[in-house]
Every structure is written in C-alpha cells, then in structure tokens.
C-alpha cells in the first residue's frame, strides 16, 4: 500500500502550511511532499518540496468563517507563492485554497476540508492545473506538541490535459500556538 | 548486471551486446540493453516517473548502429509494477527499439491515463543521456491488461501513436476504435486467460477494430504470464497455463518482432508474414 502511495505525483499542495494556526511551528511529512510553516505575525509562510517534481514557497492565511476558536466550526484559508519545477525546469504561479470544518477542542481535532492548490506554468509554454481534494485530518495534543495525521483524495484537471486521480497520506507535528 | 554512469544518473545494463543474435524467430538481437529512469514534468506541478530501455553498446552507452530508434510505449496492468514486463523491454530493445515504460498513481494507469503522452513529449522534445540523439520519430502503444485499455485511449487520442498493441486486454466501451481505420492494431491473449474468459471476450471486442488489425491467441497462456512475480493471489484469480512460460513467451515474441517490424519499420517481408499468418503456437480465434 506504501509502495502504491509513493507513486502517486500531486499538486504544490502547501500541506504544511494549512495545518498551522496561531503561534508556532510545524513539520509534515507526507507521501508527495514534505514541508515546514511557521507563523509570522498575521500570516503562515511555508516551504514545501515535492520529491523530484518541485520546490514551492508559500504565504497564507487562515481565517475562522463560521463558529468559534472551540467547538464545531468552518475555516477557510488562502495562500499563493511561486514554485520551481525540477523534472523540466521551469517557474509556476501557485495558490491554494483551503475550506475545512469540523470540531476542535483543546484535546484533538477531527476535520474534513476541501483542498484546491491550483498551479500555473509561466514559462513557455504555459499550463495551469487546477486540482481538487478532499482531506480528512485528525490530531491530538501530547503536553506543549500536537500530533496529526491526514488523507487526501481526489482529481487533478488540466487544461488540455486528461483529469488525473490524486492520493496522498502524511503526517505533522505542530510546536507551540495552537493547532487547529 | 554493469552499471555505467550516463549523465547525472546510472544506466543499467541488462543485456550484452552479441553481433551473433539473430533477433529472427523470436530470439533476442544483436544489440546489448540498458535501461535508466527519467523524470517527467506533468501537470505543472505533479511528475511522472518511467523507465526506458535502449539498444546499447556493453558500457550501455547508446549504439549508434541502430540510428534513431522507435519507440515503443509501454502501459503495465492494474497493480502490476512496470519492472515486471522488463523481460519483455529488454527483448524488444535488442532488437533496435526504445521501450518506455511510465509510472502511475497506485500502480493504476486509469488515474493517470495521458502519462504516456507525457512520456512521449518528454523524451522527443527533451532526450537526454544516452537518448540525446537516439530517439526517432515513430511510436506505438502498448498495454498489457488494464494498460492496455489506457493505451487505446491513447492511441485514439494521441496521433504520434502509430499503432496499439493490446496484450491481454481489450478496449473499453467508449473508446472509439472504430475510426482509426488505417492504424495498424495487435492483440494476442492466451488460451487459459482468466480460464479462457477472457480469450472469448477478447476476440468478440476485436472485431470493432477495423483494417489492419490482428488477433491471435496464445496457446496454453494465461493472463500472469505476461508479467513476471504474479502474487499467489493473481495466480489464484487465474487460468492454469498448460505450457512452459518460456515456450509461450516465445511464440509471443515471433508476433511481437513481426508486427514491430512491420509498422515501425516497414519492413514488406514482415508484413506479408503477417498476413501468411504462420506463427506457432498462435491461433486465429479461440
């Protein structure tokens, strides 16, 4: 099963980055992508490499939409960078947009959110991806760290080309702040 | 097996070159073999991971005696890993062809159906290596079982795919087939696929395709046999084959050469032995 997730190639999905609220630090590690985020001030700044396809820089937001800091609730995030594709070489515009709800508490959290992380080759010639998935996410605190773990599913449409299945697994480990 | 270092990455050498191999009667050619990975670029951001197989002198640098070779694209089965049909690229490879096989998304090529489009793009627009001059112009398609429907669509779609060569396998419902009069089309299956199922579907489906099209079926094969390390739990699902893998591989390839000869390069003597039809071990219908 392992073997079958690590051939699977997705999005510059700045995985690290969604997990992240509040204060603090977070490491995930997932079968397409590993990435580190951290707060700085108001917004999330994160880095992400895709195993030989990419290496992406992000700068985001998250903001609570419906609900309360505890409890059940939707959120809804937004992020953009630029990334640099490895396998061609070449220069993409990324953005990401994130709606997760759920119940979170200050023991662990069970969420479901709508994942699309769109891509736009820049160089010649020009492409643009526009994947979409669905993430399950669940995490719970161990003292001052929360751990997670989460699942993603769904397609990647783009244009000219032909819709491609996408599937990834990982997992994060979030220092400080509040985890979400 | 050597290992010659090409480039930034390591090529691998499977077979040695032998000025006396035939590659006549089913038998592997004159050239050596070596296959490398390469990454291609796809979907933006995503990347597709394949293998290729070329005619290479014995450090696998690329021979220059097979000129630009065609290519042949190859799309594994359902579960299946692409090193699993290595018996089947190093043949064809020693014979002048470059064999490329894509990955795909948990070893399911229907998730990602357009890698070998991908692939192809890739190595004609970008070689590299040992391919930076090798590469020629002409292509077919290839699948065994699930990749076999994957490489219809392909071929239906992609019209730097000459020709589609289904092994094991047939074309799903909405492939149109039926229009792609003029391009040249194989399928072989065994006699025991799936317990002879298979076979019988196989050939009812065949006759969408329209000329020059070509069925046969292999005597005493199943559907594992194209691949090698099917699980206990592939076996199971299977027919028994009644003859030595080595003996129906063997019948395999004389159709195989035969037909790649003929539509990758032209060759008149093959096509009329195609139209002869006189290749042991295969039949003309179940």
Request: with cysteine; glycine share 14%.
């Amino acid at each position: 099963m392992i073997g079958w997730l690590l051939t699977v190639a997705l999005a510059a999905d700045p995985a690290a980055l969604r997990q992240l609220h509040g204060e603090g630090g977070v490491v995930d590690v997932g079968t397409e992508a590993t990435g580190v985020a951290a707060s700085v001030g108001s917004v999330v700044v994160g880095v992400s490499y895709g195993y030989g396809a990419y290496v992406a820089g992000h700068v985001g937001q998250r903001r609570v939409l419906v609900g309360e800091e505890q409890g059940w609730g939707l959120d809804g995030l937004g992020a953009v960078g630029l990334a640099g594709l490895l396998a061609t070489p070449g220069v993409a515009l990324v953005g990401t947009g994130e709606l997760r709800g759920g119940v979170r508490d200050e023991r662990g959290q069970a969420t479901l959110g709508l994942v699309v992380p769109v891509a736009l080759r820049v160089d010649v010639p020009p492409q643009l991806a526009v994947p979409v998935g669905l993430e399950l996410r669940l995490a719970g605190r161990l003292g001052p760290v929360w751990l997670g773990c989460r699942g993603q599913a769904g397609a990647t449409p783009s244009v000219g080309g032909v819709p491609a299945g996408r599937a990834e697994a990982g997992a994060f480990v979030q220092l400080g702040g509040q985890a979400r | 097996m050597a290992v010659a270092q090409s480039g930034c990455q390591a090529a691998v050498v499977d077979l040695m070159p032998d000025p006396a191999r035939t590659g006549l009667d089913g038998t592997a050619g004159p050239y050596g073999v070596a296959h490398q990975a390469f990454r291609a670029q796809a979907r933006v951001t995503d990347v597709v991971r394949y293998e290729v197989s070329w005619p290479a002198t014995a450090d696998g640098a690329y021979d220059d005696r097979a000129g630009r070779c065609p290519v042949v694209m190859f799309v594994h089965g359902g579960f299946v890993p692409p090193d699993a049909y290595r018996w089947l690229a190093t043949h064809v490879a020693s014979r002048g062809y470059c064999v490329a096989s894509p990955e795909h998304a948990l070893q399911l090529a229907i998730m990602e159906s357009d890698n070998a489009s991908v692939v192809l793009d890739d190595l004609q627009e970008r070689p590299r290596g040992p391919l930076e001059n090798g590469v020629g112009d002409d292509a077919v398609v290839m699948g065994h079982s699930l990749g076999g429907a994957v490489a219809t669509f392909r071929w239906v779609a992609d019209e730097r795919f000459d020709g589609l060569a289904l092994l094991a396998s047939w074309p799903a419902d909405s492939s149109d087939v039926e229009s792609m009069t003029g391009r040249p089309s194989l399928s072989l299956i065994g006699s025991e696929d799936k317990g002879g199922e298979a076979t019988q579907t196989a050939y009812e489906v065949y006759q969408r395709f329209p000329s020059p099209s070509w069925f046969g079926v292999v005597d005493g094969m199943n559907h594992y046999d194209w691949a090698d390390g099917a699980s206990d739990a592939d076996l199971a699902s299977d027919g028994v084959p009644t003859r030595p893998q080595a003996d129906t591989r063997r019948d395999v390839l004389r159709v195989l050469d035969t037909w790649l000869d003929a539509w990758l390069r032209d060759d008149a003597e093959a096509k009329a032995a195609l139209e002869a039809r006189g290749f042991p071990g295969v039949a003309e219908a179940p």
